[in-house]
């Protein structure tokens, strides 16, 4: 099946620093969606993007869905505290078997030290 | 806001119990899905719904059962806990092949 490649696994960042994540897969992908989780909650949307070379911000938060349809990037500015958690990134295939369900990365693990 | 809720948010269950866990939506979507969460495992698909009364398995339905008879409502059922089956359960649902949103979790132990 389908399989995405999210890296870095984690990153120890100092409050202030700029963070950048992306996600690569070997299949190409019509939606690309980034989550993050708080410790104990569930995941929560951030952004979506849903076309090749779409750039979309969402406050200090930038996603970009890669032109080739097979990776997407995420960056937050001016990284602070509350910051901390982990962010997935998911990708939907396109239409056809399988495409009812979303194809999700391992996460970046972030913590940022004040 | 989509809202996506679940009925509990922690659980403790004896190995053997049947166990109900409840997902609501209020945004009128049409598909429904119940992921489990475990360390180094990333989420999992157990069962999801792509309409009322329809499911589908997803990678991992072994132990569980799904129940949705209404448009905003997925029962997740575990027929007989066992202790495997501790994890953290998520709830989502979208429109269609959309933005699909989750619920914020069930912790359940199964002693």
């Known amino acids: 099946g389908q399989q995405l490649n999210q890296s870095p696994q984690s990153m120890f960042i100092q409050e202030g620093e700029d963070v950048s994540m992306n996600c690569t897969s070997s299949?190409?992908?019509?939606?690309w969606l980034w989550y993050k989780q708080d410790p104990g909650e569930g995941p929560v949307l951030l952004i979506a993007?849903?076309?090749?070379?779409e750039l979309t911000s969402n406050g200090r938060l930038t996603a970009q869905f890669g032109i080739t349809r097979k990776d997407s990037f995420l960056n937050i500015s001016a990284s602070i505290p509350s910051d901390v958690g982990i962010y997935f990134c998911?990708?939907?295939?396109?239409?056809?078997?399988?495409?009812?369900?979303?194809?999700f990365g391992k996460g970046t693990k972030l913590s940022v030290i004040p | 806001d989509v809202k996506v809720t679940q009925s509990s948010r922690y659980l403790v269950k004896r190995t053997g119990e049947k166990v109900f866990l409840e997902c609501v939506q209020d945004?009128?979507?049409?598909?429904m899905f119940w992921y489990r969460q475990d360390p180094g495992l990333g989420l999992r698909l157990i069962y999801f719904s792509y309409d009322v009364k329809m499911k589908e398995k997803g990678d991992i339905p072994e132990g569980y059962s799904v129940s949705r008879e209404k448009k905003e409502r997925f029962s997740l059922i575990l027929e007989s806990a066992s202790t495997n089956q501790t994890s953290m359960y998520l709830c989502?649902?979208?429109?269609?092949?959309?933005?699909?949103?989750f619920g914020p979790g069930t912790r359940l132990t199964v002693l």
């Open positions: 989502a649902s979208r429109v269609r092949r959309d933005t699909q949103y």
């Open positions: 998911a990708g939907q295939p396109p239409a056809g078997a399988g495409s009812y369900q979303l194809t």
């Open positions: 993007l849903y076309k090749a070379g």
């Open positions: 945004m009128d979507h049409e598909n």
């Open positions: 299949s190409i992908f019509n939606t």
